[in-house]
């Protein structure tokens, strides 16, 4: 009975730790897309949209907001 249990608990365990795995990644490109559609916003409002002027620029940006969340 009691192997019974520890085995219930162990693959509930382990179910909980893989959807909490799975939400967790998906957190992650929400956070990296909000900050590519943080600066393509900002971009189109203040210089008129990107170009390859300001590619470079964007590119950095945009990188270096989705190391914070890394």
């Known amino acids: 009975m009691m ?3 520890l085995s219930y608990i162990s693959i509930f ?4 730790s893989i959807n909490i795995n799975a939400k ?3 957190i992650d490109d929400n956070f990296a897309q909000s900050c590519f559609s943080f600066y393509h916003g900002l971009f189109h ?3 008129g949209g990107i170009n390859l002027d300001n590619v470079a620029d964007f590119n950095y940006l945009v990188a270096q907001c989705q190391a ?3």
């Open 3 to 5: 192997k019974k249990i």
């Open 45 to 47: 409002e203040y210089y």
């Open 13 to 16: 365990l382990l179910l909980t």
């Open 24 to 26: 967790t990644n998906v």
């Open 68 to 70: 914070m969340f890394e």
